[in-house]
């Protein structure tokens, strides 16, 4: 996510770094390259403008009072602007009435259909709320069914009607029935179209009117740059909604539209999409994507994606058999599951301070634990019991079975009997305190 432009803007620092003050013609020539990293990124020129604007005359103003060096408070300045930038704190969505109605818009291929999926599961899952779908979509059959089949993945009810053509009167059917059945929020898909539509804009001003939503999530392909803003734009003229959905944030090396959104069009975004998976969605922070672009990572985002799927029953047991050295490969196995369930691996990289920056030139594929379950998997129950029991013929065995080497398996084998090491002391206080007080 913006590897590009986080490059960029490091390269643009580096101007500053080497320097003892900063001064009028320093200042100067870093906010050239930022702004010229902006513009590359496909952020406005009057957005990039007024920016680095802003920034120069901060940095010359606090130059003064301050004695850290010029690139730390640069950075301490570009962190404040960039999260100024794109929008301040982070807005979520309200739950004024039941059931609340929100609405989604958007031109096809944005990932409508599948946020709307996503933000059912986010819905269901982290807020505790009994969601109901409304496929809205009429034009496309494939969208219903589509719907559908997300609905079904993450158990959350959907409601079409496939002899009717009419999307007011769908919504409305929907809106009776999660009455009925006593869902709290109710979730309306709508039609897009590929580009901007008069008769689209028509129809969705009059579900709008006959369903007064509390929200309407404008959804928008980030990769389209300027593009996603100009659509924004229109939208928010006809529709004005209530929030930005940016998609498919997990291949946008740019950012020029999480950046020039809500200077455009004022409203927030509320969430970013960072996969194809139903869990591939997060609750929008400005403070921590502008951490994120100037390469300091992101630990708060890293950590509540893992409390996400985090499972405190299941934890207790992995600690007990810890204790007892009994961690074994099916313990090992189901830890590798919540990890990939965590999201996208480059993406998790990313969030590490540091790592982000280190990596981006590393192709990380979300196979990287294939031949490691592979393996696992050619393993018989007592072996996956019994790591110990794991000699040289079963080894060699265990790599006919994956499709691996011998190498691989011991490597794997190695890798796992040092981290069983690792646990057990780590789940021994005594011995913890005494590695504590060995650290530097
Ligand atoms: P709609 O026409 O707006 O309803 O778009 P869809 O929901 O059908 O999505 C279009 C394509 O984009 C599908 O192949 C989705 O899997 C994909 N997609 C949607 N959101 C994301 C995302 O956040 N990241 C990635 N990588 N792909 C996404």
Request: glycine letters at 8%; proline letters at 3%.
């Amino acid at each position: 996510m913006f590897e590009n432009l986080s490059d960029k803007l490091d390269r643009a620092f580096k101007v500053l770094k080497g320097q003892g003050t900063i001064t009028e013609i320093n200042v100067a020539e870093t906010m050239k390259e930022i702004r010229k990293a902006l513009l590359d990124a496909d952020v406005n020129y009057k957005t990039a403008k007024t920016f680095t604007d802003d920034v120069k005359q901060k940095a010359l103003g606090e130059n003064v009072l301050t004695s850290i060096s010029p690139g730390q408070l640069l950075t301490k300045i570009m962190n404040d602007e960039l999260t100024a930038l794109m929008g301040g704190t982070a807005t979520e969505i309200s739950f004024p009435a039941t059931p609340t109605v929100i609405l989604i818009a958007g031109l096809n291929g944005a990932g409508k259909t599948t946020f709307t999926g996503k933000l059912a599961n986010f819905l269901k899952t982290q807020k505790n709320k009994k969601p109901l779908l409304v496929a809205g979509d009429v034009y496309r059959p494939a969208a219903i069914d589509q719907l559908q089949v997300l609905g079904g993945q993450i158990g959350v009810p959907v409601y079409a009607n496939l002899e009717s053509k009419d999307p007011i009167a769908i919504a409305k059917e929907g809106i009776a029935q999660a009455k009925q059945n006593g869902n709290n929020v109710v979730i309306v898909d709508t039609a897009g179209r590929l580009s901007i539509d008069e008769a689209m804009m028509q129809e969705i001003e009059q579900v709008k009117a006959a369903t007064n939503p509390h929200e309407i999530l404008f959804v928008v392909d980030s990769m389209t740059g300027q593009d996603a803003v100009n659509t924004a734009k229109v939208f928010n003229d006809r529709l004005d909604f209530t929030g930005v959905v940016l998609t498919k944030l997990d291949g946008d090396t740019r950012g020029g539209a999480a950046l020039s959104i809500k200077s455009v069009v004022n409203k927030p975004i509320k969430f970013i999409g960072t996969g194809e998976k139903m869990e591939a969605l997060d609750v929008f922070h400005p403070d921590r994507m502008a951490s994120r672009i100037l390469g300091m990572g992101d630990v708060v985002s890293l950590v509540e994606r893992a409390q996400q799927q985090f499972d405190e029953k299941q934890a207790a047991e992995l600690q007990k058999k810890i204790r007892k050295n009994k961690f074994d490969f099916n313990d090992f196995y189901s830890q590798i599951q919540q990890i990939k369930k965590m999201g996208n691996m480059k993406d998790l990289m990313g969030m590490i301070p540091g790592v982000g920056k280190m990596m981006k030139d590393v192709e990380v594929s979300d196979d990287a634990f294939k031949s490691v379950e592979a393996i696992i998997q050619s393993m018989t129950p007592f072996e996956k019991e019994n790591p110990d029991s794991i000699n040289q013929s079963r080894r060699n065995r265990i790599a006919k079975g994956s499709g691996t080497d011998l190498q691989e398996v011991n490597r794997l084998i190695k890798q796992f009997e040092d981290m069983r090491k690792v646990m057990k002391q780590m789940s021994n206080p005594a011995a913890m305190a005494n590695m504590m007080r060995r650290m530097p």
